[in-house]
Nanobody, 126 residues
């Protein structure tokens, strides 16, 4: 069973930037899908961005398109989320997630991700 560890959360003012990191270890397959989700108490978890580790394809929620960028390390053992021009509505607990791609190159945010990190808190003040 693999492990995901998120770091980089914190507090920032609206318009500011943060970069989250997710370190992956113990996974068998290198061409998995990885994604970032966020959740606010009382609300459903929201997919933010996803990427296919076998290439450079990425997908974004409409709410973050153009402001957030998901990227991966060359060794495919880390995924990053660069968040720019942040808004108060970006506040939440951010989780890194992973699932097997089973040969598909599409990693939708609505797919069933079955490995999760412990989360890192992001707070954006107005």
């Amino acid at each position: 069973q693999g492990r995901l560890v998120e770091t980089g959360g914190g507090s920032v003012e609206a318009g500011g930037s943060l970069k989250l990191s997710c370190a992956a270890s113990g996974f068998r397959y290198s061409s998995d899908c990885m994604a970032w989700f966020r959740q606010v108490p009382g609300k459903e978890r929201e997919g933010v961005a996803s990427t296919w580790l076998g290439g450079t394809s990425s997908w974004y929620a409409d709410s973050v398109q153009g402001r957030f960028t998901i990227s991966q390390s060359g060794a495919k053992d880390m995924v990053f989320l660069q968040m720019n021009n942040m808004k108060p509505e970006d506040t939440g607990m951010y989780y890194c997630a992973r699932r097997r791609s089973y040969g598909s190159r599409t990693c939708s945010l609505t797919d069933n991700y079955n490995s999760w990190g412990q989360g890192t808190q992001v707070t954006v003040s107005s």
